[in-house]
C-alpha cells in the first residue's frame, strides 16, 4: 500500500509535467498539496482494509466452527452481523458526507494558505492583514467543526455497536439455553464463539466505516488529477538542427474568457538577428513570446522552424534549442549553481560561463561562497535586476539557439542593461534573439524593431517607439 502511494504520487507529477500550461497554471501550488494530501489519505484507507478483510476472514472461520459446535449459535452470529452493518449504513452514509465536506474545506483552505505565502507583502503593506486572517479563519473553524462531527461520529459507533451486540449475544445465550442446551460447557462454547465473532465484526465494520470516509478523498485524487488535461499535441520525432530561421504566420491563441484572441500576422527571423518587439500593453507580447517557445499551442497559424512546423521537433531536441527569459523568473530553493543548472546536470564550466555570460560574475565574486550561495525560499533573495540576470544565465547555459526575452531589463539599472545588452549582441552571431522590451537602451542592440498592434506585427523605426 505504501507503493500504491508512491505509485499514484509518480503519476499525478507525470500528469503534471504532461499538461497544459494552462491547466497547470489552474491547478496551482494548492491543488497540488491538496491532490498530495488526499493520495496520504486513500492510501490509508487502502492499509486499513486489509484489516477489513483480515477481520472477515477470521469471521467466517469463526462462523464455520460454529455451525459444527453449535448451530443455534452460528445463526444468530450470522444475524446479528447483517443486522449491525445493515443499521450503521445510514451513519457510515453520513460519514461519508462529513469527510466530503473536508475535502472541500480543505481545498478552499490550501488556495488561501497558498495566497497568504503570495501575497504577505500587500497584507502588510495595504494593511488587509486583519480582514484576510478573518477569513483564513472562517475556513478553519468550518474544517475543524466537521471534523469534530465526524469524529464524534465514528466515536458514537464503537460504543452503539458494543450495547447492539451484547444485546444479542445475551439473547442467543437465552435461546440456547431455552433449546436444550442446559449443558454447561455448550453453553460456555457460544458464548465465547459469539463474543469473539462480534469482535471481529466490530472489527471490519470499523474497517469499512474507514474506508467509506475516504470515498471522497478518492474522489478529490481523479477530480484533481483530472482537471490536469494533457496538451493537445503530441510532438514529432524530429530534428530540426541548428536554428537557422523562424516564420510565423497567421498565429491565433484565444486565452478562455478574453474577449478577443490574441493574433500574430507574421514573423520572419534568421539567425544572426537580435529582434526587438514592442506594443501596447495587452496586446499580447507574451502571449506570443509563450507561443514561440511552445508553452502554449497555437489555435491557429503555423510556426516554423528551418521550414519544419514546429509541431514536428521532438521535445528533446525543442527544449536543447529553445531557451525562454520570462517576464518574473523563480528561483529554486538551492545555490546560485543549481538555479542556472535547473536540473539539466551541465558542467560547472558552462554554468561559471553562463553567469559570466549574463553580466553577473561580479557580483557572484563577491560572495562568499560564490556560485554555491543559497538561494531562493529559505535562503539569500536577489534583487530584481540580478533576478533577472540569473534567469538570462539559465537561458544561455544551454547554448541555444532561439531565446525569447520578455521584458528582460525592466529592472536593470544603466551600468547592468549595458551588460545584458553587450550579452546579447554578442549572441547575435550564434542565434536568433527576439526580445521583448519597453527599453529605449535595449531596443537599440536590435537589429529590427517591430510593434505589435491589433494583431499586427509591423516593422517601425526606434524613433516612433520612443516619440
Ligand atoms: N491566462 C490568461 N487568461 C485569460 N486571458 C489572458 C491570460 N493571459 C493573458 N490574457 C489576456 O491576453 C491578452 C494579451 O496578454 P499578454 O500578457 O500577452 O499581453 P502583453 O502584450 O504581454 O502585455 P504587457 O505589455 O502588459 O506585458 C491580454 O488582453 C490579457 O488580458
Ligand atoms: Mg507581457
Known sequence: TA???HRRRRRFVERHLAADHRARLELGAAGLQTLNTAVGQVAGAIDASVGAVKALASAGALALVAVIVQPLAALGLAVAGVLLHAG?????GRSRALAAAQADTGLTYAHEIDELARLGRELAVFGSGRAFARRLDATSARFARLQRRARALSQSIAPLYQATTIAFATGVLVAVVAWGGTDAAQVGASAVLLLRGLAYGQQFQTAIHRLRETEPFADQVAELEGRLTPARVVFGDADCGPIESLTVENLAF?????ARPVTVDRLRCRRGEVVAVTGPSGEGKTTL???LVRLRLPDRGEIRVNGLPHFAVHPDHWTRRVAFVPQNPPLVTGTLADNVDLWRGLPRATLVEAVARAGLADEVDELEAGLDTRV?????NLSGG???????ARALAGGPDLLVLDEPTSALDAASEERVRATLTACRASMIVIVITHRASTLAVADRHLVLRRGRLSETTTHDLVG
Request: positive net charge; aromatic residues 4%; hydrophobic residues 35%.
Open 3 to 5: 507503493s500504491w502511494g
Open 88 to 92: 450503521l449504513r445510514p451513519l457510515t
Open 254 to 258: 484565444h486565452h478562455p474568457g478574453a
Open 289 to 291: 513570446a509563450e507561443l
Open 376 to 380: 531562493g525560499p529559505g535562503g539569500r
Open 386 to 392: 540580478q533576478l533577472q540576470r540569473l534567469a538570462l
